[in-house]
């Protein structure tokens, strides 16, 4: 039957009709609806599985606060599983599933998991999985995490976008029910910027599920009224379906907004959520108040929900959960309920009140002084027994129940900054505390101010006290109902199980379990039984389950506290956090000068840091890399190679103190370089550890031009900025990085010099340019300079021009050299160069090693103070036996060697006691035509010769090798003189 | 976090990268001070709740370096000064 349980009124749109399925099985509903309002419209009431017993479930509430009616919502790839039906906005062709069930939610093998509840009791887990260790990954969690859990996640790609936005405002209000509008009207009215978030797809907060009055309308109405006219403000913007998730350092507020989350797919070009940091000089928390239940004996049937809520589906959405609904409460809120329900022409078979005493109900069967104690119905509520004042029990036959336990205050945003809420006995709930967010003030039943009327005024005053007003609105008339409550948190009466936190299967006697167990502190009590825990964060079991702690050991609930309460509000989403950032878009590329012309070549790039660097370039016929990266070496070597290096970090320092600045954050001088010369520079960190390395020209007699690793390129400048700036702030030395300004080439091998010669408008023969001589020149006119340097052991240069000429210098050098026949390496051609010759990079590089262990020890100067020089000279780092660095090349030629792997001696068997060292980077030479490496040997140094094993037992690598120099190929360095 | 840049006034933290105790001006003189004096200088810190002077540096920024007076509890920060004026009222210089 279509929509059975559909009564009169509501703000839903009954001229519309949206169609939707849930199990496969179709059903009907209206604009307006939730999903749960809808299903529960066609008569469904069952949901969900619980996490643990496979209990099952419905709706316990009509909010983002549900711990049991999850389902999974969409499919392919925007499947989402554990979306709260009680919040997911109704749209034509909506589909979901539920969830945590097999093979159906009405028929869940696993609910046998409930008839052995008894092995499932807090702290099962633990006590239980821990032998034998080995049986934890492969069988005990892949069994637990199939029958325990939530939803399933879809292996597809999400296909859709995610934004992140920032806003600025003089006032956030978070929430728009009477606290909330309030304050907007007031700050509104006052022309500040104000933004008003409310996660609701429609404003008003309760007074769209009351039917109280306020001023001369209905409170939806005026909620209505007054969002029309914050609508109509320029200053205000209003921002529904925005959840405020979590407050942070100084005014800033993090807020999800679901753009499109309740449309089929979101619109063209529009994001499907946004995450947005908000600035606020002030900010009003008005979130109001979540109804909490009484545990009692099996008190989560479907059928059995929060009483408001029993309320505001059938004030909201025109529904009645139930045929013959109870109501079972300890304070007046519950009493609205049933006269609410009453009138809407609901049978309501009784109200059972626990209080005694008082003004007995006209025209409902109100029984003071009585409990629910237990209720029957396998998939949904059939009935519920009572026990009256004088001691009888009943059983009556209700398909619904509205339970009512009172009303906690939404502090959690409050507590973001850890101010811990305290415990206000008149409203038995806990209200906000001291030392909240600064500048975030709380109004309404957020702060434990429960009536109409107190909110209207406290989100007023609350707004005047925040932005300085004088004045704010005249107040509507509205009502102002005292807290009536008499604590009632768990029932005593029956053995079976009361459940406290419906999400986590947590029952009273879990806790009784956790107090006998001494995990007495709230703290324990939620890690032990995993109280509070999962989408729903304990909003409606929280508090009953530390009152109940209270009640065992005898403490207050003051004294027992609360946990702390974190971000986020309620569950974010993995894609809204990461927004824009994912794919190719995960962080942004940068390219090379060259970049162009490599990719017409079928270049192979490699990401080195943020840039795209060429690796190799291979040619018609090759088709394994080695081939490629040979054929690089031996062309290089054997004639001319051109490689981009812009991506080395470039520095220009000037001053007259650039050169003692300089002796001061390299190890060694360069004060005492002559203009036109470089030199290489070591670098040192405080203490001790070699930082970087580079060459640095001297230009001028008050200009240097410093070169970085890629790698370091950011972290070296910082660091001569904190030398500049903090340790000798009265040095004349500016700085600025010219990493970006500069297209740098090196161009290598015994006819680097023909070639260059062929481009640059000078003289750059030996005697006009001689080795380390760097210098301003001109290419066909345009600036550009030269250093005659190499990383490759051959005769070189770097050349630099303007950045955007750089792939015009790269085809000139080409076409004007082409009777060189020059080509152009990647970073594994200059890999194997810079082995051969012994140069250290990255693996050597590494953050733990000294200028010593490099065998640069001499390049730091103790005859001047520069960084890093005191403690590079600790008794640790200047040991005679610590790690050298060596040259290793097999015995046997056509053995392989692997990086990482370590050195052993003859014989010593493969234990860490016996760890000699370990190679830090690996080639195969063209040259040596075997592979060749570079390591970290104990006392390598005086290894020279000698024969060791290379040993890896991952790689199944045991291999002789012979220890040699690291300058492998061209010891004295004779061609890079050439 | 909002630094108020001296210069540039409130900018989100996102923009500084953060390096640590203020404590890090004081270097000792490589030629006068030991290795004991350099191992305080670089590794002990009094790590205060509350009160607290750390150095921030505006990278995507004007390059500037911080001293923030910030309160470890609250994050709250009572004042930023340009880190060179700190280093020159400490008697910094070449």
Not at chain 1, 669 to 692: H, N, P, Q
């Given at each position: 039957m279509s929509q059975s349980h559909r009564i009169n009124g509501g703000q839903i749109d009954r001229s519309k009709t949206l169609h939707f399925t849930f199990d496969g099985l179709p059903y009907q509903g209206h604009p307006g609806d939730t999903l749960a309002s809808a299903l529960l419209a066609n008569g469904v009431r069952l949901m969900g599985r619980s996490f643990k017993y496979h209990r099952p479930r419905g709706p316990i509430s009509s909010g983002s606060e549900e711990p049991n009616a999850l389902v999974e919502l969409r499919t392919d790839g925007r499947q989402e599983p554990n979306t709260r039906a009680t919040v997911a906005e109704l749209y034509d062709g909506l589909t979901a599933n539920s969830q945590n069930r097999w093979p159906s939610l009405r028929f869940d093998a696993m609910g046998i998991n409930d008839k052995l509840s008894t092995f499932f009791a807090a702290g099962f887990y633990y006590k239980t999985f821990m032998w034998p260790k080995s049986f934890w990954e492969k069988l005990y969690e892949p069994i637990i995490r199939r029958a325990a859990g939530l939803g399933s996640v879809t292996r597809e790609e999400d296909p859709d976008g995610y934004d992140k936005g920032f806003l600025h405002c003089d006032l956030l209000v978070i929430g728009a029910g009477p606290a909330g509008l309030m304050a907007a009207l007031t700050a509104g009215r006052a022309g500040k910027r104000v933004i008003l978030a409310d996660e609701d797809f429609r404003m008003g907060g309760r007074l769209n599920a009351e039917t109280f009055a306020v001023g001369d309308s209905q409170g939806a109405d005026w909620a209505a009224a007054t969002v029309a006219e914050l609508s109509s403000l320029p200053n205000v913007r209003l921002m529904t379906r925005t959840t405020v998730v979590g407050a942070f350092d100084h005014g800033i507020y993090s807020a999800v907004e679901r753009v499109s989350d309740h449309l089929p797919t979101p619109a063209a070009g529009k994001p499907r959520q946004i995450l947005w940091r908000i600035y606020s000089a002030k900010a009003i928390l008005a979130g109001g108040a979540t109804e909490r239940p009484i545990a009692f004996e099996n008190n989560d049937r479907p059928g059995i929900m929060m009483a408001g809520s029993l309320r505001a589906y059938a004030n909201r959405w025109g529904v009645k959960v139930g045929e013959r609904i109870a109501v079972f409460t300890n304070n007046d809120d519950g009493i609205r309920t049933a006269q609410d329900l009453k009138a809407k022409g609901v049978d309501v078979v009784a109200v059972i009140d626990s209080r005694e005493g008082g003004d007995l109900l006209p025209g409902i069967r109100h029984l003071q002084g009585a409990e629910v104690i237990d209720t029957s119905g396998k998939l949904g509520l059939t009935s519920i027994t009572i026990r009256q004042a004088n001691g009888r029990s009943e059983s009556i036959a209700v398909d619904a129940l509205g339970v009512s336990g009172g009303w906690n205050p939404n502090v959690n945003i409050h507590s973001h900054h850890r101010s811990r809420p305290v415990y206000d006995a008149a409203i038995a709930a806990f209200v906000p505390g001291k030392d909240g967010p600064p500048g975030l003030l709380v109004a309404g039943a957020a702060a434990g101010q429960m009536s109409t009327h107190a909110a209207l005024r406290t989100g007023r005053d609350a707004a005047i006290a925040a932005l300085d007003l004088t004045t704010g609105p005249d107040l509507p008339q509205a009502e102002d109902a005292p807290v009536r409550i008499t604590p009632l948190w768990h029932v005593a009466y029956g053995k079976g199980r009361a459940w406290i936190d419906q999400q986590n299967d947590?029952?009273?006697?879990?806790?009784?379990?956790?107090?006998?167990?001494?995990?007495?502190?709230?703290?324990?009590?939620?890690?032990?039984?995993?109280?509070?825990?999962?989408?729903?964060?304990?909003?409606?079991?929280?508090?009953?389950?530390?009152?109940?702690?209270?009640?065992?050991?005898?403490?207050?609930?003051?004294?027992?506290?609360?946990?702390?309460?974190?971000?986020?509000?309620?569950?974010?989403?993995?894609?809204?956090?990461?927004?824009?950032?994912?794919?190719?878009?995960?962080?942004?590329?940068?390219?090379?000068?060259?970049?162009?012309?490599?990719?017409?070549?079928?270049?192979?790039?490699?990401?080195?840091?943020?840039?795209?660097?060429?690796?190799?370039?291979?040619?018609?016929?090759?088709?394994?890399?080695?081939?490629?990266?040979?054929?690089?070496?031996?062309?290089?070597?054997?004639?001319?190679?051109?490689?981009?290096?812009?991506?080395?970090?470039?520095?220009?320092?000037?001053?007259?103190?650039?050169?003692?600045?300089?002796?001061?954050?390299?190890?060694?001088?360069?004060?005492?370089?002559?203009?036109?010369?470089?030199?290489?520079?070591?670098?040192?960190?405080?203490?001790?550890?070699?930082?970087?390395?580079?060459?640095?020209?001297?230009?001028?007699?008050?200009?240097y031009v410093m070169t970085t690793t890629t790698a370091n390129a950011v972290t070296v400048f910082r660091h001569l900025?904190?030398?500049?700036?903090?340790?000798?702030?009265?040095?004349?030395?500016?700085?600025?990085?010219?990493?970006?300004?500069?297209?740098?080439?090196?161009?290598?091998?015994?006819?680097?010099?023909?070639?260059?010669?062929?481009?640059?408008?000078?003289?750059?023969?030996?005697?006009?340019?001689?080795?380390?001589?760097?210098?301003?020149?001109?290419?066909?006119?345009?600036?550009?300079?030269?250093?005659?340097?190499?990383?490759?052991?051959?005769?070189?240069?770097?050349?630099?021009?303007?950045?955007?000429?750089?792939?015009?210098?790269?085809?000139?050098?080409?076409?004007?050299?082409?009777?060189?026949?020059?080509?152009?390496?990647?970073?594994?051609?200059?890999?194997?160069?810079?082995?051969?010759?012994?140069?250290?990079?990255?693996?050597?590089?590494?953050?733990?090693?000294?200028?010593?262990?490099?065998?640069?020890?001499?390049?730091?100067?103790?005859k001047k103070d520069s960084i890093g020089m005191v403690l590079s000279q600790r008794e640790g780092l200047t040991d005679e036996t610590g790690y050298r660095l060596v040259g290793v090349k097999p015995v046997d030629p056509q053995a392989k060697l692997t990086a990482g792997s370590h050195f052993l001696e003859k014989g010593a068997g493969p234990v860490a006691a016996n760890d000699g060292g370990w190679l830090t980077s690996k080639v195969y030479s063209p040259h040596l035509g075997c592979d060749i490496a570079l390591g970290y040997l104990k006392a390598g140094d005086k290894k020279i010769g000698q024969r060791m094993r290379i040993v890896n037992l991952l790689a199944g690598l045991d291999t002789e090798v012979e220890i040699i120099s690291p300058h492998m190929f061209d010891p004295e360095g004779e061609r890079l003189r050439g | 976090m909002i630094i108020h840049h001296p210069i540039l006034g409130p900018r989100d933290a996102q923009e500084f990268v953060y390096l640590g105790d203020a404590s890090l001006i004081d270097r000792p003189d490589g030629m006068t001070a030991g290795v004991e004096a350099f191992h305080d200088y670089l590794y002990n810190r009094t790590n205060p709740a509350g009160e607290h002077q750390e150095l921030w540096y505006h990278e995507q920024g004007d390059r500037s370096w911080l001293v923030v007076t910030r309160n470890t509890v609250t994050h709250e920060i009572t004042k930023v000064e340009l880190a060179r004026d700190v280093a020159r009222a400490r008697g910094r210089t070449k």
């Open positions: 947590v029952t009273v006697k879990d806790v009784k379990l956790a107090k006998q167990e001494n995990f007495t502190s709230v703290e324990h009590l939620k890690r032990y039984t995993t109280l509070g825990m999962a989408t729903d964060q304990g909003k409606t079991g929280n508090v009953i389950g530390l009152a109940v702690m209270a009640e065992l050991t005898g403490r207050s609930i003051p004294e027992t506290g609360t946990t702390i309460y974190r971000p986020p509000y309620t569950p974010v989403a993995m894609g809204t956090l990461a927004g824009r950032s994912r794919g190719r878009e995960f962080k942004p590329f940068r390219l090379t000068p060259s970049h162009h012309w490599a990719k017409e070549q079928g270049a192979i790039f490699v990401e080195v840091g943020n840039w795209l660097r060429t690796q190799w370039v291979p040619k018609a016929g090759e088709t394994e890399w080695r081939q490629s990266v040979d054929r690089e070496v031996l062309a290089t070597r054997k004639s001319v190679g051109i490689c981009d290096v812009t991506t080395l970090g470039k520095i220009d320092i000037q001053g007259t103190d650039a050169g003692a600045f300089l002796d001061k954050v390299y190890a060694n001088t360069f004060s005492t370089l002559a203009v036109g010369k470089c030199r290489y520079g070591l670098m040192l960190r405080e203490d001790g550890i070699v930082f970087d390395d580079g060459t640095t020209a001297r230009m001028g007699e008050h200009e900025e904190f030398c500049r700036q903090v340790l000798w702030p009265e040095m004349d030395v500016q700085l600025i990085s010219t990493t970006e300004a500069w297209a740098q080439f090196s161009v290598a091998g015994p006819n680097a010099r023909n070639l260059l010669a062929k481009v640059v408008d000078q003289d750059i023969s030996d005697t006009a340019f001689p080795y380390m001589g760097a210098g301003n020149i001109t290419v066909g006119g345009l600036r550009a300079r030269l250093f005659r340097i190499s990383f490759s052991g051959e005769l070189a240069y770097e050349i630099a021009v303007p950045t955007r000429y750089g792939d015009a210098l790269l085809r000139e050098m080409l076409a004007k050299g082409a009777e060189y026949d020059p080509i152009v390496y990647g970073t594994e051609a200059l890999g194997v160069m810079r082995i051969e010759k012994g140069h250290v990079a990255g693996g050597e590089l590494n953050g733990q090693s000294t200028a010593l262990n490099m065998g640069l020890g001499k390049m730091v100067s103790k | -």
